[in-house]
Structures are given as C-alpha cells and as structure tokens.
C-alpha cells in the first residue's frame, strides 16, 4: 500500500501498511534524527506483516515543538501509542523500536507511560538511556568529543548537521581544548543553550531502576564496541517482563554497519528479519519466560549463550616505565591514537604482560587493582587495555576510569572497571596496560584543582606514583571451550 503522512498532535508521522486486509500488528519508531531516513525500514515491517509507523519528536525536522533532548517523549510517545490504537489498521497490539535516541523513545513509552499507553513489546538497540548515561562514564567522567560531536550536529536544532564539529575541528583544531568546556557553543558560533543543561544530569539509571517493573517482552541489541554496552547488558539483566532477550556482537554504535575489528563474517546478521521474528513471537506470547540470549566472540567465529561468563584470572604484568609520572592536563594522553612515547617525562605508567602462550577467550567484566598516590585534591585514573601482536601492532580492547578525591600524597587502593569483554586473544599476544591521568579528547580533562572539568577554567599538573607490584589486571577468562550456539535460536526460543 503506498504511504501517507499524517500528524498525530503537530507530530509528523509516517505510515506503511502492508498489502491485504488488516488490522495489523504496528511497529512504531520515532526519532530525532528525520523520519524519511526510516522509509525503507518501514517497508522492510510492512513486508513481514506489520503496520510500520515512524515520526519524528517534537521540535524536529518536520514535526511542531520546541526540540528538548530526553523530554518529553513519554508523553509525546503515549499519544502515539493511542492514536495508532484508534485507527481501523491496527489490530491494538503494539512494538515499540529503535536504535539509539529512538530506543530512549521506546524504552520511555515502555517504562514512563501511563499504563494504557504502553507498548506490547520493545526492542531497544544500543540504547541511549537518558542525558546523564550519555554523558558521562558509570563513573562520572564526562564524555567530551561524542556529546561534542552530538550536540554540534543535532543540539538546538531542528534539523541536522553529521558534520559540523568536523568542520569546526578543521577550523580551529583546539576547538575541544578551550576552557571551560561549558562555552563550546559560543566557539561553534551557535547557541545550544542545552549543552551547559546537559552536564547538569549526575544520575545514572532512572530507566534501569525501573526496568524490574517492565510487563512486557524485551529484545536488547548492541556492540561490544558501543558507548553502550553497559547500559544494554544491565536493561536486560534488570528487565522484569516475560522473555528478555539479548543480542551482543562484535560490532560498533552501528551495529552489523559498523563492525569491530575483531568480528568475522560469522557475525554478520540479518537483524531485519529477526526482529521482526521476535516480534511476531513476541506479540503471541510464544517465546519462553526467562532471561536467553547470544553473544558473538569476537576474533572467532563462535556465538555462545549471554550467561556465559569466565573465570577471574590475572596474568602477571611487568613494568615497563611511569611508576612515576606527572599528568599535565596541558599536555594530556590522546584518546585517539594508541602509541605510546618512550622518552622524555613519563605521562602514563605503562606495563605488559609476556606473550600468552595459548589462546584466551575473554567473556565477562573486567578490571584493574591498584595502588596509587596523587598529589591534587581530584584525580581521573584511565586504564587503557590493549592487545599487542607478535609483529608489534596494537589494538585497543578497552578504557576504563574513575574519579579520585583522595588525600593529595596520599596512597589509595582501589579499582578501575574495564568494562565488558567478549574476546578471544590468539596464543602470543601481549596485553599492554596504560594507567593515565587523562583521555582527550574523548573525555573532558580533570583540572585537578577540584573543580568542576565542565566550568573550570585553571589547569594544575598532577603528579603521580603507581606501586608497580600491586598492580593486579583481573580478566574473566573461559577455562573450557564454551559451546557454540546459533544466536537466532537462542533469541527466538
């Protein structure tokens, strides 16, 4: 049938039906980023079966409002949801779907809706949980170049510009380094006045704390290479309604787009088909009670059950230099590339691992303990991880971070969480292990002054001392091979 656009409320709204005589089953997205990128989508559900109905939120491209990130799409999302029920297409059962922003669109319309408004299923694919969640790191570090990159491009704005911190950038290379951070708008010459407004959210997991409290089914899909991987594993671990499923792989924000270095042709997917699989299964209340779900092993091409999860095992490290270093936040440790200088004032600690002498297949949360002294009342302390080959090439697993306000000079204990693993390490690797002050311009620079890094405007060096033998990288490693699994069963069953 050929589509038509309607509003729904000054909200613009787009709907593909399928051929035949309904009603139909609806799947409803709805999304900042214009709902005509979204048309072949549309198609793709209406093929499967499904009134396919995509709008953009209030205050952007098409649809009237003032556009405010992280409002009001519960309430914007609930009168959606009524609407489509009303209509003589729709047989009352609903999906609510999305990537990123438009998964916050679901989960809202899931989780914050009155109780009649709600949708029936949800599918939520690297989901971005709310302001605070992406931010800023479980940790509170804040999150500089991607929320830079997000609010320059879509911030304030109705429509989009995917190129404007780019372009910014390529005016003014320091662009991310002007103080205070809270300014960045008035150096893109554009006012956002939600970008300070931002930085205001501390708390983390408004969605999570009540994901127990979810009645219907869910499917969580991300990357091991996401921002988000946290926040999926933990909405699907949290989840209280029948059926929660969850889909990881080796892939970036992305998803199958996007694929990691380490995914092989095994993890490609057709994620068309089997969402819209899970959600006829869903609707039926065919799909078996309990939390199931598929997680790609990167660097291999197996697929093992999401409950699959190894064993602590912490190789020995050796330091190779910066047992004493200073982190200068006028010179801090780049973000973006991995090569690590070898002369001069040490800024990091830097320590290895010798060549694994078999292969490691890595599954599960991972972390480092240390002992380390500060001489400035905050400290940020980054561990970055990487994979050495025998032919020297390095490859970034992960980074992790915590905010210190220790006594200056004084040793603290402590861990930093690397977050979640799912990596199998040839025999001969080296794991390379870098312990830093700072992570720009991916994350905002700790002043070391107490300050806050969002508003502060004077930079201290800070120096530091990491007790190199009571450093501990804890790994959760599999002590057998685990079993393979076909990820479509696993989700479908």
């Given amino acids: 049938m050929t589509p038509f ?7 613009v709204t787009d709907v593909q039906l399928p051929d035949g005589d309904g009603p139909f089953p609806t799947v409803l997205i709805r999304t900042p980023y214009d709902r005509r990128r979204h048309h072949a989508e549309l198609r793709g559900w209406a093929r499967r079966g499904f009134a396919a109905v995509v709008q953009d939120v209030r205050g952007r491209h098409a649809s009237a409002g003032e556009w405010h990130p992280y409002e009001n799409e519960a309430a914007d999302g609930a009168a959606t949801a009524r609407w489509i029920r009303r209509q003589p ?27 009649g408004a709600r949708p029936d299923a949800v599918i939520a694919a690297v989901p971005a949980l709310g302001a605070a969640e992406t931010a800023r790191e479980p940790s509170g570090v804040e999150r500089l170049a991607a929320r830079a990159g997000w609010w320059a491009a879509h911030g304030d704005r109705r429509d989009s510009d995917e190129e404007a911190l780019e372009k910014a950038l390529a005016a003014d290379p320091g662009l ?62 949290r989840w209280g309604g ?17 694929p990691g270095p380490d995914a092989t042709p095994a993890h490609r997917a057709s994620l068309g088909d089997l969402y819209a699989r899970w959600a006829h299964l869903a609707l ?17 091409s197996l697929w093992m059950s ?71 009342p905050s400290a940020d302390w980054f561990a970055r991880l990487a994979a050495v080959t025998p032919d020297g090439t390095a490859e970034r697993l992960t980074v992790g971070v915590v905010r210190r306000a220790d006594p200056p000079g004084q040793a603290a204990e402590f861990s930093v969480a ?39 405007t004077r ?16 790994l959760p490693v599999l002590r057998t091979r685990p079993t393979p699994t076909d990820p479509a069963e696993e989700i479908l069953r």
């Fill in 284 to 300: 039926a209340g065919e799909l078996g009670h309990g939390h199931r779900g598929a997680i790609g092993l990167g660097g291999s």
């Fill in 176 to 237: 991310l380094a002007h103080l205070p951070v809270s300014d960045l708008p008035a150096r893109l010459g554009r006012a956002f006045p939600s970008w300070p407004d931002l930085w205001r959210h501390h708390e983390r997991g408004r969605f999570g704390s009540r994901a127990g409290g979810a009645a219907m089914p869910l499917l969580a899909v991300g990357g091991h290479h996401d921002h988000f991987t946290e926040d999926t594993v933990t909405l699907w671990n």
């Fill in 418 to 456: 690397l977050g979640r693993l799912a990596r199998r390490l040839p025999a001969g690797t080296r794991l390379r292990l870098e312990i830093a002050g700072h992570h720009f311009p991916a994350h905002a620079r700790n002043p070391h002054t107490g300050d806050d890094p969002v508003t502060a």
């Fill in 306 to 376: 999401a409950d699959t999860e190894g064993e602590p095992y912490s190789p020995n490290v050796r330091l190779l230099h910066g047992a004493s270093f200073t982190a200068d936040p006028e010179r801090p440790v780049n973000s973006h590339g991995l090569t690590v200088p070898v002369d001069g004032t040490p800024d990091r600690c830097l320590l290895v691992t010798a060549p694994l002498p078999r292969p490691l297949d890595v599954v599960g949360p991972a972390e480092v303990r240390l002992r380390a002294t500060a001489d400035t």
């Fill in 5 to 11: 656009t309607t509003a729904v409320e000054g909200l």
């Fill in 242 to 258: 029948p059926a929660p499923r969850l889909l990881m792989g080796p892939w970036g924000h992305g998803l199958v787009a996007t």
């Fill in 459 to 474: 930079l201290l060096a800070s120096r530091r001392t990491v007790d190199s033998g009571r450093v501990a990288l804890r």
């Fill in 89 to 115: 297409w729709s047989d009352g059962r609903l999906v609510a779907a999305g990537a990123s922003y438009a998964a916050h669109c679901a989960l809202a319309l899931a989780l914050d809706a009155p109780e």
